[in-house]
């Protein structure tokens, strides 16, 4: 079954207490991405990545990490979580527009964060 | 830059009674516009896409929306509400370029289907 598999799914800890969450996706997708999604907000990019190795800031990357060492995998790391990252973390991935797709992405189920 | 508005946080309809959501955009490059759905403690499900030259998308589970150039719109409607249909909706628009795949989505708008 295609999808997109983040965990872990919810996690509470303390402010200063690095944590990665694990994203991995069987769809061959070059493209990958992390979104926050914060009640009235929608979903706001953390940060993408369009291949191995090649990472870029979305719109709200202060006190985030990602790395793209394998194609499948885009780990979200906070290296000293505050209680302003207490949100809903998405992972999401696609094939590029001209791929026979519209650029839409697949989302994981989601990792529900809180920081104390 | 591209931007979406979600005209209304929360809705509520009754059962058979017809669903619209009302879906703004901006973008400086012809749109790639989507709906997503999200049910409760759920990831985001794809509801339709807009196909350059369709004016009318139709989509899974009854939903359908029409692009309107001129008014820089892109509103989902479902004809006859079902309880399943309780949700949360996003619109979201994607221009490509430099930023790959970025969607950029709107607020959302909550739906609550009243039997």
């Known amino acids: 079954e295609a999808q997109v598999t983040q965990n872990p799914r919810y996690l509470i800890t303390v402010t200063g207490k690095k944590l990665t969450v694990t994203c991995s996706q069987n769809m061959n997708h070059e493209y990958m991405s992390w979104y926050r999604q914060d009640p009235g907000l929608g979903l706001r990019q953390i940060y993408y990545s369009m291949n191995v190795e090649v990472t870029d800031k979305g719109d709200v990357p202060e006190g985030y990490?990602?790395?793209?060492?394998?194609?499948?995998n885009f780990p979200l790391i906070l290296e000293s979580p505050s209680p302003n990252q207490t949100s809903l973390y998405f992972c999401a991935s696609s094939l590029f527009r001209g791929q026979g797709t519209n650029g839409e992405l697949f989302f994981g189920e989601g990792s529900r964060l809180t920081v104390l | 830059?591209?931007?979406?508005?979600?005209?209304?946080?929360?809705?509520?309809?009754?059962?058979?009674?017809l669903v619209l959501l009302r879906c703004n955009y901006s973008s400086s490059v012809p749109p790639y516009l989507f709906w997503y759905v999200q049910y409760p403690n759920q990831g985001l499900q794809l509801l339709l896409k807009y196909t350059t030259g369709a004016t009318l998308v139709k989509g899974i589970n009854g939903f359908e929306a029409e692009f309107k150039k001129s008014e820089t719109s892109f509103h989902l409607t479902k004809p006859s509400a079902h309880m399943s249909d309780a949700?949360?909706?996003?619109?979201?628009?994607?221009?490509?370029?430099?930023?790959?795949?970025?969607?950029?989505?709107?607020?959302?708008?909550?739906?609550?289907?009243?039997?």
């Open chain 2, 1 to 17: 830059a591209q931007s979406v508005t979600q005209l209304g946080s929360h809705v509520s309809v009754s059962e058979g009674a």
């Open chain 1, 65 to 72: 990490k990602v790395s793209r060492k394998e194609k499948r």
């Open chain 2, 87 to 115: 949700a949360e909706y996003f619109c979201a628009v994607s221009a490509g370029g430099s930023a790959g795949n970025k969607l950029t989505f709107g607020g959302g708008t909550r739906v609550l289907v009243k039997p």
